[in-house]
């Protein structure tokens, strides 16, 4: 698939079944948790917010790992497809960071009386915003695409090395400071109930980012090839 | 003719050493050695973060209120974030005048280590805006009322920070090179955060008689990795601009 010409034949095949699939279970999943999943016994029914919020943090830190493992892809092995991919997927992770911070702030309200508090997972959170803006901002300074992936792929890297650091040094500061006075939903094992559809809205988030971010990778494909001769055959005929 | 000549060999002397394979030390002398002269030829390269620290440390009180109590429990976050924009300021000058004179250019086809030029890059920019914040950040402790035996925790932990920033700056700053200055400093200054956070909080622990050598320790190992991780990564950003 490392080539732009096979990418795209290969991924026209795959992006009904991906499309299909992740509103299968999305459909599944949301039916399930927003309709059928018990209600909180102590959160009522505002807890269901769980089932955008938590899959959309995962994906939002998931997608970094993914654009941190392309951006040293294209470091070591200068694999244009990468570079693609890397700039594909920046957008929709920052969008999943940003609904998860949102959804957040709206469970935050009528659970711990704010909007905001200065957590430790919603700090990190924060900046992880901010990481992801940072390399937008890096991208569309530099008007070469070429230039602007590999550029773009080294910050990735250090993003990688150094979100570790990130959330160890706000749990320390955090433990500095005082003790929230709220905790994160205080049950400590969820219901198997409440976990199951949670676990299909999860996998639904993956199919819609493996399903966006295939789009995305075809129009970044066809904008960077246009004047290659497989582009003006398939868009001639 | 005959003086033309003499003040081309002047000028092409560094150049000639180079191609005599010294050693890596030796290169390092060399860069540093210019890059220093260069920099005290112009003096507001090393005043304008020094002034700018401490514009920044007087604006706290004049916002906040003099009362002793309440700008001695914020003087580690309000030192910190004065150093850490001061040392922002002037990323952008690392690269940007050796790439637009071409000295740059010179560098690269020369045949020693492009990483060890990027490395005494990094330490003339430590030189003059840490060291010279270093040497304010006292200054800013006692307007801030930090009792003194807080200062070696912040010496140190700005030592090791400021460092850090250095190397994140060069970064930023081969990554950004012929862009606005602003643009560096928003790529740099989220990756900072860590280092804002256990440089303050080497301060604050040690105004409540806490060990902190702990987050010293992690600001150690942070460094250790920085300096061949982004070292090279810089190295590889500088090379975009030679594709």
Redesign the interface.
């Known amino acids: 698939m490392g080539s732009p010409p096979l990418f795209y034949r290969w991924s026209s095949k795959i992006i009904p079944w991906l499309g299909i699939l992740a509103i299968i279970f999305l459909t599944l999943g949301l039916f399930w948790g927003l309709l059928i999943a018990p209600t909180d016994y102590k959160q009522g029914d505002v807890y269901r917010i769980l089932y955008v919020h938590v899959p959309s943090a995962i994906l939002g830190q998931s997608i970094f790992m993914f654009m941190a493992a392309c951006g040293l892809i294209n470091?070591v092995w200068r694999a244009k497809i990468s570079g693609m991919m890397l700039k594909s997927a920046a957008p929709i992770g920052m969008s999943f960071t940003l609904i998860a911070l949102v959804t957040g702030s709206v469970w935050g309200k009528p659970t711990w009386g704010t909007w905001w508090v200065w957590d430790a997972r919603l700090t990190s959170t924060l900046?992880l915003l901010?990481?992801y803006?940072?390399l937008i901002?890096?991208y569309s300074?530099?008007d070469d695409k070429?230039?602007a992936d590999?550029?773009v792929s080294?910050?990735s890297?250090?993003?990688l090395?150094?979100i570790p650091?990130?959330k160890?040094?706000?749990d320390?500061?955090q433990t500095?400071h005082q003790p929230s006075t709220f905790t994160l939903t205080s049950s400590p094992s969820m219901s198997p109930e409440m976990y199951q559809p949670l676990l299909l809205c999860v996998i639904g988030f993956y199919l819609i980012f493996a399903f966006t971010l295939t789009l995305n990778l075809r129009n970044e494909v066809i904008d960077r090839e246009r004047s290659k001769n497989w582009v003006k055959q398939i868009f001639v005929n | 003719m005959l003086l033309q000549g003499t003040d081309l060999q002047i000028l092409t002397q560094p150049l000639l050493r180079f191609d005599m394979r010294s050693s890596v030390l030796d290169w390092l002398g060399i860069i540093l050695k210019r890059d220093l002269i260069i920099a005290f030829r112009r003096s507001s390269t090393y005043i304008t973060p020094l002034v700018f620290f401490l514009i920044v440390i007087t604006f706290f009180p004049l916002a906040l209120g003099p009362q002793e109590s309440l700008l001695s429990s914020l003087a580690p976050g309000v030192i910190w974030i004065a150093a850490l924009l001061a040392s922002l300021l002037a990323v952008e000058s690392i690269f940007s005048e050796d790439f637009r004179d071409g000295s740059l250019d010179d560098f690269f086809v020369s045949l020693e280590p492009s990483f060890i030029l990027v490395f005494a890059k990094v330490m003339v920019h430590w030189l003059i805006t840490g060291l010279p914040i270093l040497i304010a950040s006292s200054l800013a402790a006692i307007i801030l009322y930090l009792p003194l035996e807080s200062f070696v925790p912040m010496i140190l932990s700005l030592l090791l920070g400021t460092s850090f920033m250095s190397l994140?700056g060069a970064?930023g700053a081969a990554?950004?090179l012929g862009?606005s200055a602003i643009?560096s400093a928003?790529?740099v200054?989220?990756?900072s955060?860590?280092t804002l956070?256990?440089g303050t909080?080497v301060v604050?622990?040690s105004l409540n008689n806490q060990d902190y050598s702990g987050?010293l320790m992690?600001m150690g190992a942070?460094l250790a990795?920085g300096i061949p991780?982004?070292c090279l990564?810089t190295v590889?950003?500088l090379l975009?601009n030679y594709?």
Do not use: Q
Request: glycine share 4%.
């Open positions: 470091v900046i901010f990481i803006a940072a901002g890096l300074s530099i070429t230039k590999r550029a080294i910050l890297i250090v993003g090395a150094i650091v990130i160890k040094s706000v320390w500061w500095l | 994140l970064l990554l950004s862009k643009l928003i790529i200054l989220p990756f955060i860590p956070l256990m909080s604050t622990f987050f992690m942070m990795i991780m982004l990564l590889e950003a975009l594709d």
